[in-house]
């Protein structure tokens, strides 16, 4: 199942994708796609709705994050060798977690929108994890059965300020539009394996990035035990899984994002995510 929201920013309904592919709307069904209607037994309802009888989404909508009151955005750093590699760093001995701030979501094609002083400002394709019902303290062999499902993420990352302003990750990583998340949240039955998905970035038509997530160090199962060691995950918790290879940071010369720059991202199975690059105020 693929479930979306669209609209409005701030006025987001609930869809889903039908058999057909085709885009439907779900407000007669649920008010929402919250982290309750994402629990087991909520998307146990949902599967149930005959997507063809609900009523049809003409044009192109705009596509919001979609879930709506996530309660935490949690990071895996240098998650995949080859990046790690690229950027100069050890390849770390247990996951790096960190945060980005939940007023960095946006939708999966709105702008990103660089601070005026922003210089390095650079992109990376992830996996994202949505979690469906609290974990804590899981093993690996139980911890997929905690996860909702999947969606792409974009995690938009401003290097000076993450690395060169000294202290934590967070503040390169938490401005506004920085955490593209969508288009869909694409249920766990409906991947077969998440150590199996390619993923990829082009920046202006040009692929700068083109990994698979079987090259993660920690995989998917790992991750979220590992997390649920440090803090009790709740439904609607979302975790990115870290990013290959290809960022602006490694290469030579650096390359970074710059007012009217096209991102296009995917991973497969899940979507597909395309934003212009804005200077703010």
Known sequence: ???????????????????SGKLRDLSKIIDDITPEAIS????????????????????KPRFGCPVAGIRNF???????????EESGLPVPEEPIIFNKHLSAICGPNDDIVLPRNSRKADWEVELGIFIGQPAKAVSEAD???????????NDVSEREYQIERKGQWVKGKSLDTFG??????????????PQALPLWLELNGE?????????????????????SQFMTLM?????????????????????????GDRIRLSVEGLGEQNQLVVRGD
């Open 235 to 259: 439904a609607g918790d979302l975790i990115i899984t870290g990013t290959p290879a290809g960022v602006g940071m490694g290469m030579k010369p650096p390359r970074f994002l710059a007012e």
């Open 40 to 59: 087991p037994q909520e998307l146990e309802k949902l599967e149930a709705v005959d997507g063809e009888g609900l009523p049809l989404i003409n044009g």
């Open 143 to 153: 911890a997929l059965n905690h996860v909702a499902g999947y969606t792409v993420v």
């Open 180 to 193: 593209p998340v969508g288009p869909w949240l694409v249920t766990r039955d409906e991947v077969a394996d």
């Open 1 to 19: 199942m693929k479930l979306f929201r669209h609209g409005a920013i701030g006025r987001e309904k609930p869809g889903l994708i039908d058999r």
């Open 74 to 84: 949690i990071a895996i750093g240098l998650n995949y060798t080859d990046h790690a």
């Open 207 to 227: 692929r700068v990035q083109n990994g698979t997530t079987a090259k993660m160090i920690f995989p998917v199962r790992f991750l979220v035990s590992y997390v």
